[in-house]
């Protein structure tokens, strides 16, 4: 009986060693990216303007980094505190996504969006990906332009990593990526949009992958 105890003892240490060990990463060209998780910030994203004034409170302003803004949510990035931990609960209660902020392989930090960018296999798979969006509670955002296999897909809830890793994972979709935000401050699909043919010019467009390696852009195909 004591061996057997010892033994489930060990067992159980070894699976939470491994869960410890397990890394935050995502997918681009069908390998796993490692990111370092930041756990001294924090990434929140509004919708309106009653969620948007949540974070402008006086005991919020001194804890706040950065923010981005487009027609669709703003993403105010907190240094972590006691003080907003404990608004948090509150916060998604309210619709408000929270989500870490990362650091990739080259030390850039990446600020999660609600974005993913997906390739389709072939064009018949829009299908797919309706329905595929429908059941995950997503929206389909645009197809983008002089790349038909590529759109741009928002998540409602949850993080946008789980979403993305989980999307590619299933064998479904050519690629599933997350929309970061860098420290250059545009994000994937804004540098998408600037691209006037299916091929890209590897000194101005780069990715969430090698975004302090402009040579290593990324075309979308």
Not at 2 to 31: E, H, R
Not at 39 to 55: E, M, P, R, T, V
Not at 66 to 74: A, I, L, T, V
Not at 155 to 181: C, D, H, R, V, W
């Amino acid at each position: 009986m004591k061996k057997k105890l010892m033994l489930m003892f060990f067992v159980a240490l070894s699976l939470f060693q491994n869960l410890s060990a397990q890394k935050s990463y995502y997918y681009y060209q069908g390998a796993k990216n490692p990111l370092e998780r930041l756990d001294d910030k924090l990434s929140i994203i509004s919708f309106n303007d009653s969620q948007d004034a949540l974070l402008q409170t006086k005991e919020l302003n001194g804890l706040k980094e950065k923010e981005h803004k487009n027609s669709r949510y703003r993403i105010t990035v907190l240094k972590s505190s006691e003080k907003l931990r404990a608004l948090l609960d509150d916060f998604m209660k309210k619709g408000l996504i929270v989500q870490p902020c990362y650091k990739n392989k080259d030390g850039l930090e990446l600020i999660p969006t609600i974005d993913i960018n997906v390739k389709l296999k072939q064009a018949k798979d829009f299908d797919l990906l309706k329905e595929y969006a429908r059941k995950n509670d997503m929206l389909i955002i645009k197809q983008y332009k002089n790349m038909p296999l590529w759109y741009l897909v928002a998540i409602k809830k949850s993080k946008i990593l789980e979403q993305a890793n989980k999307m590619y994972e299933t064998g479904l979709f050519a690629s599933a990526s997350p929309n970061f935000i860098s420290d250059a401050r545009e994000s994937i699909s804004e540098i998408a949009e600037k691209a006037k043919t299916n091929t890209c010019r590897h000194s101005d467009y780069y990715t969430n992958n090698s975004l302090s390696k402009p040579d290593k852009g990324f075309c979308f195909c």
